[in-house]
């Protein structure tokens, strides 16, 4: 009889990489990335992770700043090595992609 403990299952590297995602703010608004429907996409290659997003807005001056909050929370993780950040702009952003969590955490639904 093997007395050997379980290992741990490894964890998912995608759902790691989410969760550092809903850790990153737009400085402007009270609500993460993932919430206010700014990630399109996330791809994690090896130790690569490749986030296509958007802004609120084209014109948004903050731009720099949260890309580069995004890629520094994914460098942040052993797993990850490599972490690109592609702004587009298609589909523009509109409230209507913010979650229902988002919507209740700035009041946008009604009670």
């Known amino acids: ?6 290992p741990m299952p490894k964890p998912d590297i995608n ?3 989410w969760t550092q995602l809903r850790s990153c703010f737009d ?3 009270p609500l993460n990335i993932v919430d206010l429907g700014l990630v399109y996409g996330v ?4 130790k690569q992770a490749n986030i296509k997003m958007t802004l609120t807005s084209p014109g948004c001056h903050l731009g720099g700043q949260i890309a580069g909050n995004v890629q520094e929370k994914l460098l942040a ?4 090595d490599e972490a690109n950040v592609e702004l587009v ?3 523009p952003w509109h409230q209507s992609m913010i979650s229902a969590e988002g919507r209740k955490t700035l009041g ?4």
Do not use: R
Request: charged share 30%.
């Open 1 to 6: 009889m093997d007395n050997a403990p379980t």
């Open 15 to 17: 759902e790691m990489v």
């Open 27 to 29: 400085p402007e608004i």
């Open 43 to 46: 791809s994690v290659d090896g």
């Open 77 to 80: 993780l052993d797993e990850i």
């Open 89 to 91: 702009w298609d589909p």
């Open 108 to 111: 946008l639904d009604p009670v």
